[in-house]
């Protein structure tokens, strides 16, 4: 049970270079999540994606975009990568219900520095 | 001023003492409760979970809820090396199938020997 999986783990990208953060779960969970954290900030929710076919911008959408390509996968773009995009990004999914225990479960998380 | 405020610590405890972690939150529409446990270099892991007020214990950890007060709190009893770790309170209204969970900062957590 790999439960969600990012890739890459660690990516160094110089500014303005374009980049795919990719996540996928293995749980049938219907809703999916970016976020990335930062110290000092916490985790800040950037898009989610309800169901499939469905995504909305959080808390922190500017300079990123999403695809949420079936159920399963949902890939976070930086078209142009900013030194204030470094920070370690987490995809979270959720079964997206309203029944008791229907938590986030998270990947362990890609570690982005962009110089 | 941040929804869900949580005190960054660190908070160094010994080992086998009782420790308390601490949130408040400003939205009243927040109705679940949760408690995740960060280790270094990994993702948050959801240990503790809560809907509404009142208390909910699971071996060492007992999660409590004051929506009166709108403050959450985590104790952790007979602490242990083990349990070093970052503790974030997160938090969600009711309504939506998506509804988004609003994290704290994040409690650094060092039980030392």
């Known amino acids: 049970n790999a439960g969600v999986t990012q890739t890459p783990k660690f990516q160094v990208l110089k500014t303005g270079q374009s980049m795919t953060l990719q996540c996928a779960q293995d749980?049938?969970?219907?809703?999916m999540y970016w976020y990335r954290q930062d110290p000092g900030m916490g985790l800040r929710l950037i898009y989610y994606?309800?169901?499939?076919?469905?995504?909305d911008k959080g808390e922190v959408p500017n300079g990123y975009n999403v695809s949420r390509l079936n159920k399963r996968e949902f890939s976070l773009r930086l078209e142009s990568a900013a030194p204030s995009q470094t920070s370690v990004y987490f995809c979270?999914?959720?079964?997206?219900?309203?029944?008791?225990?229907?938590?986030?479960?998270f990947g362990q998380g890609t570690r982005l520095t962009v110089v | 001023q941040k929804e869900v405020e949580q005190d960054p610590g660190p908070l160094s405890v010994p080992e086998g003492a009782i420790v308390s972690l601490n949130c408040t939150y400003s939205?009243?529409?927040?109705?679940?409760f949760m408690w995740y446990r960060q280790y270094s270099r990994k993702g948050p892991e959801l240990l503790m979970y809560?809907?509404?007020?009142g208390n909910k214990e699971d071996g060492r950890f007992t999660a409590q809820v004051d929506k009166s007060s709108k403050y959450i709190s985590l104790f952790i009893r007979d602490s242990q090396p083990s349990d070093s770790a970052t503790y974030l309170c997160a938090m969600r209204p009711h309504t939506g199938t998506a509804s988004k969970l609003t994290f704290g900062t994040g409690t650094r957590l060092q039980v030392t020997l």
């Open positions: 809560t809907y509404s007020s």
């Open positions: 994606s309800a169901s499939e076919g469905t995504t």
């Open positions: 749980m049938n969970h219907n809703s």
């Open positions: 939205n009243s529409a927040f109705q679940y």
């Open positions: 979270a999914s959720r079964r997206g219900s309203l029944v008791t225990g229907s938590e986030a479960f």
